[in-house]
């Protein structure tokens, strides 16, 4: 399929011309399937994994269907985190000023008096979903005039247990209005969502359902003993790389990491719901600008993050599921870079971790359990496992084990050139 421009997608000269200036030129697959229909005004449902631009794909018919002089506010988005409400708000800002519109982030953890003068006057409001039903229960605005609806990543919502407020937020959204629905899946009760709140919806599938291991990213487990978890990580942190995005399950166990790190000689930093707005604000600048280049987050703060210069992304916790797999490790190997998703597996977790491997069908060879302290070089883990994209893995191909790794040097982020339709989101 030949790409299209974005004007011959029906895009308005002012949006196009507001895209330029960012230095985004082209659209990405998931922006040209979708902007035809959502501009002719259809419906849509989209399957699109983490970092496929779906943001511009919803964000730029948004824009051009919402008049600036409509009742405000005319358009809605629904996100399950801060960090992506936010990231949406930054990334549709531009287009959206091109229209006169003005958008706005309403989420928790913030002041509510200014939030939600600001909110009242937009054209267009990016919400999670609890404090969306705050300001609504406090008057400060009503949903009736809601022209557009979008539900951005879904499928998190419902694992975060924001089904019944969807539920009556939509109820509250006029019956008759445009929906756009993205989601990581559509099968289960994402998929069933989907079908009850869009009309004759036209249906797109972005991606294959299973990563496709060998294009952009290359998966890597390496074999640990609890014991010598934190020095594997410490290890793999000592390669080269640019931004390093770390994996915990617990918010507790990402305080305790960092700690560890730091005793290790890794300065890092912690992400998770306890942090307040301005410390996670505060980490992220700190993150991206490469001050700190490593950080360690749970699954939910770390939904939304959409940097650039992240070339490894580490498991500490194996993921839950495959989903999870897919968001973690899709926040590196973005916009046509490669990038590196490394698991940490010990012993009590080979069978689940292999299994997972072999839904999403990743290559790997991983042994028992490593026999650290048993040689006279102690060795705390060993490397398995490589996607297609051939080449050696493990301490043969990184400089051998962690105790004999080179000091750590950083390679060049490149990223000061052009965004050419940068996926956000």
Known sequence: MSTQSFSELGVSRAVASSLSEQGITEPFPIQQAVIGDALAGLDVIVRSPTGSGKTLAFGIPLVERIAAEARRPAGLVLAPTRELATQIVEDIRGVAHSRALRVTAVYGGVGLIKQTKEAAVSQIIVATPGRLEDLLARGAFRLDAIQVLILDEADRMLDMGF?????????????VRQTLFFSATLAGEAGKLARGYAHDPQVHEQGPAALRPGELIEHRFVEVSHEHRVQALVGELSAERDLTLVFVRTKHGADRLVKRLRAGGVEALAMHGNKSQR???????????????????????????????????????????????????????????????????????????????????????????????????????R???????????????????????????RSGRGRGGPRAGRPAA
Do not use: M, W
Not at 322 to 349: C, F, N, Q, W
């Open 163 to 175: 089904r019944p407020a969807i539920d009556r937020i939509v109820g509250a959204c006029p019956r």
């Open 383 to 409: 490397a398995a496992g490589l996607s297609s994209r051939g080449g050696a893995s493990g301490p043969s191909a990184r400089g051998g084990a962690s105790g004999s790794r080179p000091p750590r040097r």
């Open 279 to 381: 410390q996670r604000e505060q980490a992220l600048a700190r993150f991206e600008s490469g001050t700190v280049d490593t950080l360690v987050a749970t699954d939910v703060a770390a939904r939304g993050i959409d940097i650039d210069g992240i070339s490894h992304v580490i498991n500490f916790d194996p993921p839950a599921d495959s989903d999870t797999y897919i968001h973690r490790v899709g926040r590196t190997g973005r916009a046509g870079r490669t990038g590196i998703g490394i698991t940490l597996v010990g012993p009590g977790e080979h069978r689940d971790v292999l299994q997972l491997a072999g839904r999403l069908g990743i290559k790997h060879s991983l042994g028992g359990p490593a026999a650290a302290g048993h040689a006279e070089t102690p060795a705390p883990h």
